[in-house]
Structure formats: structure tokens, C-alpha cells
């Protein structure tokens, strides 16, 4: 009963795996638990006590260790949930910051072109899409790629 609890655990949590989160289900004769590993050195392990019906969940961060119990698995997966996104905004901002420094040096113009030119090639050509995502008007997206067509066809100043 408590491997198939902890294995249903994982299969709903499948979709959170990423390189900055890893999922490996534990299972022996003994017990079966859901290992996650996260950034940072923060972990949490899960276990399913089919005695009490408790959920186990221990998470490590640094050197202290949190525990929650509880029979209820939906707050167990939002407690789960809410500490990959919590790990996910951390690893975005230092995505952020590595993006802006590869940045430094090129200009703000250029650096827009390239931001324009890939969001639409990300949205297959779709203006709508990527004017949205952009924040701008369909119109002011046409105008930017007609001011970069005549840069291309002129060449620059």
C-alpha cells in the first residue's frame, strides 16, 4: 500500500521534473519514499506510513530539516508544489542575472531587435502572440520589423 501511494505521488509530480528538480522513488521490501532534489542542496524525502495513513514529508534546506505529516495528500502535493516554484523563482532570477550579464556591452537597440526577432520566431511568426507577449500594439510591432527590414537593406548607419 505505501509504495503504490508513494509511485501515484510521483506520477502527479512528473510534470514539476526539470533539471533544477529531480525525482527518484526509493523502493525495497523494508519502505518506499519519494526522493526530490532541488538547488541549493535542498531536498525533500516523502514517505507514506500505511499504519497510520500519515504522509511524511522531510525537507532539507542548509543544515535544518522541516517535517510535515499529514493524511491529507493534496496538501501534501501543494506543500511539494509550492517548494519547486519556490526553488524555480530562485533559479530564474539567477537565469535573469546571467542573461543580463551576457548582455552588457550591446546595445539597447540591438538588444531589442534580437528580443523582437526571436519572440516571433518562437511564436511561429504569429504577430498577435508576440506583440502581446512584448507588450506592444500589433502596429508597433509591424513598425519595428519594417525599421529593421530597412536596416538590413541599408546596412547600418
Same mark, same amino acid.
Given at each position: @500500500?505505501? !509504495?503504490?501511494?508513494?509511485?501515484?505521488?510521483?506520477?502527479?509530480?512528473?510534470?514539476?521534473?526539470?533539471?533544477?528538480?529531480?525525482?527518484?522513488?526509493?523502493?525495497?521490501?523494508?519502505?518506499?519514499?519519494?526522493?526530490?532534489?532541488?538547488?541549493?542542496? !535542498?531536498? @525533500? !524525502?516523502?514517505?507514506?506510513?500505511?499504519?497510520?495513513?500519515?504522509?511524511?514529508?522531510?525537507?532539507?534546506?542548509? +543544515?535544518?530539516?522541516?517535517?510535515? @505529516?499529514?493524511?491529507?495528500?493534496? !496538501?501534501? @502535493?501543494?506543500?511539494?508544489?509550492?517548494?519547486?516554484?519556490?526553488?524555480?523563482?530562485?533559479?530564474?532570477?539567477?537565469?535573469?542575472?546571467?542573461?543580463?550579464? +551576457?548582455?552588457?556591452?550591446?546595445?539597447?537597440?540591438?538588444?531589442?531587435? +534580437?528580443?523582437?526577432? /526571436?519572440?516571433?520566431?518562437?511564436?511561429?511568426?504569429? /504577430?498577435?502572440?508576440?506583440?502581446?507577449?512584448?507588450?506592444?500594439?500589433?502596429?508597433?510591432?509591424?513598425?519595428?520589423?519594417?525599421?529593421?527590414? /530597412?536596416?538590413?537593406?541599408?546596412?547600418?548607419?
Amino acid at each position: @500500500m505505501a !509504495r503504490d501511494k508513494i509511485l501515484s505521488l510521483a506520477a502527479d509530480l512528473t510534470s514539476y521534473e526539470s533539471e533544477d528538480c529531480r525525482l527518484d522513488v526509493v523502493t525495497s521490501e523494508l519502505e518506499s519514499f519519494l526522493f526530490i532534489m532541488l538547488p541549493k542542496g !535542498r531536498t @525533500m !524525502r516523502i514517505s507514506f506510513m500505511a499504519e497510520s495513513g500519515y504522509y511524511v514529508l522531510s525537507e532539507t534546506e542548509y +543544515q535544518s530539516t522541516n517535517f510535515l @505529516m499529514t493524511t491529507d495528500r493534496a !496538501r501534501t @502535493m501543494e506543500h511539494i508544489i509550492a517548494l519547486i516554484f519556490k526553488s524555480e523563482r530562485e533559479a530564474s532570477i539567477r537565469t535573469t542575472h546571467t542573461v543580463v550579464e +551576457q548582455l552588457v556591452g550591446t546595445t539597447l537597440e540591438e538588444t531589442e531587435r +534580437q528580443l523582437v526577432i /526571436r519572440t516571433l520566431s518562437y511564436f511561429s511568426g504569429n /504577430r498577435s502572440l508576440a506583440a502581446h507577449t512584448l507588450g506592444l500594439s500589433e502596429k508597433e510591432l509591424s513598425s519595428k520589423l519594417t525599421s529593421y527590414l /530597412r536596416l538590413v537593406e541599408t546596412g547600418p548607419d
